[in-house]
């Protein structure tokens, strides 16, 4: 989005030196610095480039707050924070910096709906180990199963397993997830969470855990449904034209806003 506006130079922090990449930065002489996920350096960003707007775009998973002295510091510098899940929003703005707080959501796919009980179909890419088969068997009841196409790198067996084997492309993935009944979420937390938002836009409900940025987005019986570890009640999924077509029109005005916000 920014590079219809600019010539946007990315550097990936993990792939240089502290000094490395304060020399990188100074010789592209930049109007705006936008650092992802990781906050500026005091040292080497805030009190290099001091008259260079800045902006911070947090991540919920993984955020630590700042000690006070950084927000003090990130406070009188004038930082910005573009933030996209509601906590973000809330952290940011409370300790004094200038927030905007966005939804991002893809442009939705247009799929006929069919009301439908139980059993369900679903889709499950297992990404880590605190969202488990086992997990997932005890909040939807095997009764309410009628099929999981699972990919994953852990073992696990179940009668109702269809395995999906090696990397799916973003094609394949679209086309396993218009043709189940539900779509469950990989992570416990997400900073943005492409891979349910696009099971969404593609007119299927999700199943995530109740956190964000999943609870942003997910009305429990009408796109999907929120779990800890007790049972949900599952019921047909709902047709979510509706909703969904109401979050893409909140991020193409959130769009405008954050070319506003970072001075285009």
Same mark, same amino acid.
């Given at each position: 989005?920014?590079?219809?506006?600019?010539?946007?130079?990315?550097?990936?922090?993990?792939?240089?030196?502290?000094?490395?990449?304060?020399?990188?930065?100074?010789?592209?002489?930049?109007?705006?610095?936008?650092?992802?996920?990781?906050?500026?350096?005091?040292?080497?960003?805030?009190?290099?480039?001091?008259?260079?707007?800045?902006?911070?775009?947090?991540?919920?998973? =993984?955020?630590?707050?700042?000690?006070?002295?950084?927000?003090?510091?990130?406070?009188?510098?004038?930082?910005?924070?573009?933030?996209?899940?509601?906590?973000?929003?809330?952290?940011?703005?409370?300790?004094?910096?200038?927030?905007?707080?966005?939804?991002?959501?893809?442009?939705?796919?247009?799929?006929?709906?069919?009301?439908?009980?139980?059993?369900?179909?679903?889709?499950?890419?297992?990404?880590?180990?605190?969202?488990?088969?086992?997990?997932?068997?005890?909040?939807?009841?095997?009764?309410?199963?009628?099929?999981?196409?699972?990919?994953?790198?852990?073992?696990?067996?179940?009668?109702?397993?269809?395995?999906?084997?090696?990397?799916?492309?973003?094609?394949?993935?679209?086309?396993?997830?218009?043709?189940?009944?539900?779509?469950?979420?990989?992570?416990?937390?997400?900073?943005? =969470?492409?891979?349910?938002?696009?099971?969404?836009?593609?007119?299927?409900?999700?199943?995530?855990?109740?956190?964000?940025?999943?609870?942003?987005?997910?009305?429990?019986?009408?796109? =999907?449904?929120?779990?800890?570890?007790?049972?949900?009640?599952?019921?047909?999924?709902?047709?979510?034209?509706?909703?969904?077509?109401?979050?893409?029109?909140?991020?193409?005005?959130?769009?405008?806003?954050?070319?506003?916000?970072?001075?285009?």
């Amino acid at each position: 989005m920014l590079s219809e506006e600019a010539s946007v130079v990315v550097f990936r922090r993990e792939e240089h030196s502290s000094w490395d990449l304060f020399r990188k930065i100074r010789q592209e002489k930049p109007d705006l610095i936008l650092f992802f996920a990781t906050p500026p350096s005091f040292f080497h960003h805030i009190l290099r480039f001091p008259l260079t707007p800045k902006i911070f775009v947090p991540m919920y998973d =993984g955020f630590r707050p700042f000690k006070a002295l950084k927000e003090n510091l990130f406070r009188f510098f004038g930082l910005k924070a573009l933030c996209f899940s509601s906590p973000m929003a809330e952290y940011h703005t409370q300790i004094g910096l200038k927030t905007l707080s966005v939804r991002y959501f893809p442009k939705p796919l247009s799929k006929e709906f069919h009301a439908k009980t139980g059993p369900y179909t679903f889709f499950f890419w297992q990404r880590n180990k605190e969202i488990t088969l086992s997990l997932i068997r005890s909040v939807i009841g095997d009764e309410n199963i009628n099929k999981i196409f699972y990919r994953s790198e852990f073992d696990a067996n179940a009668p109702f397993l269809e395995r999906v084997d090696g990397w799916l492309s973003k094609e394949e993935l679209q086309e396993v997830v218009q043709k189940v009944d539900f779509v469950i979420a990989p992570r416990t937390q997400e900073g943005i =969470g492409m891979a349910f938002l696009e099971a969404l836009a593609a007119g299927t409900p999700v199943i995530a855990y109740d956190d964000h940025t999943m609870k942003d987005y997910i009305t429990p019986g009408l796109n =999907g449904y929120l779990f800890k570890e007790k049972r949900i009640d599952l019921s047909p999924p709902k047709d979510i034209t509706a909703s969904n077509k109401a979050f893409y029109d909140r991020w193409v005005e959130d769009r405008l806003k954050i070319k506003s916000f970072v001075g285009f």
